[in-house]
């Protein structure tokens, strides 16, 4: 049995729970916006107009890829693996856990129109629960964890002092397990996952799990979400 099927299996399982139950027929935990970080304006005046990226894990990249998809000033989102070697960046094998990867999404963004701030703010209130470790939802294992891949110094210092932030503010009833790791390489991921969420939204595991992650964006983030999403075969198509 594949890994995607196995995810569609957990996916079914949950779901005939949840009818017997009685129970809603979403995963995602009501959602609440969370403070932007303190550190937010001084990210959100950029000197230069040229694009920024940050790699973001918070469970399955297909949910991840889906919401910033659906964010303005999002330019691009494209699922991957962060955290291992490039030989092991393959989804068969990330999929045991033991290759050090995360399924990961690159975002990249205009920081005229949204700061890196406000991405995380995204991230950390509708994007996955940053107090499960090493899981999500009906998946668990490292490549699942929660992690922000950062590439600059201020990038880092932004992540930790936000963490700190909510963590005393105790925005959450358990702390926060978000790992801030180096960004050492990103490698996208077979083509058949990326754009997953918009290719395949009545999927069962989609359905239960991601959909309801776009909805709620749509709703606490009414200002930031668009539409159609910005999708990457349609940057293929372009070039």
């Given amino acids: 049995m594949t890994h995607t099927s196995r995810r569609l299996v957990a996916a ?14 979403r995963a995602v935990a009501e959602p609440f916006i969370i403070p932007l970080p303190k550190t ?12 920024k990226s940050i790699v973001l894990a918070g469970g399955c990249f297909w949910g991840v890829q889906g919401v910033y998809q659906h964010t303005k000033g999002v330019i691009q989102a494209v699922s991957g693996y962060a955290g291992g070697a490039a030989d092991s960046a393959r989804y068969d094998t990330v999929s045991t856990g033991s ?3 995360a399924e990961a999404v690159k975002i990249t963004y205009d920081p005229k129109q949204i700061s890196l701030g406000k991405i995380l703010q ?3 209130s509708v994007v996955h629960d940053p107090t499960q470790l ?33 963590d005393t503010a105790k925005i ?17 991921a077979e083509n058949y996952h990326q754009d997953y969420l918009t290719l395949h939204p009545n999927q069962p595991y989609i359905a239960y799990n ?8 749509k ?16 940057a293929k198509a372009a070039h």
């Avoid at 009833?173 to 790791?181: G, N």
């Fill in 12 to 25: 079914l399982g949950v779901l005939t729970l949840a009818t017997f139950a009685g129970a809603s027929s």
């Fill in 40 to 51: 937010d304006a001084a990210v959100s005046s950029p000197t230069s107009g040229e694009p």
């Fill in 99 to 101: 290759t050090g990867h």
């Fill in 122 to 124: 995204i991230y950390f």
């Fill in 134 to 166: 090493n899981r999500q939802g009906p998946d668990s294992g490292t490549q699942y964890r929660s992690a922000i891949f950062t590439s600059q110094p201020a990038e880092e210092k932004i992540a930790r002092d936000y963490i700190a932030e909510l």
């Fill in 172 to 188: 959450y009833k358990k702390p926060i397990v978000t790992r801030i790791e180096p960004m050492n390489g990103f490698y996208p």
């Fill in 210 to 217: 991601d959909i309801p992650k776009v909805d709620n964006l």
């Fill in 219 to 234: 709703k606490l983030f009414a200002a930031d979400y668009r539409d159609k999403p910005v999708l990457v075969r349609d």
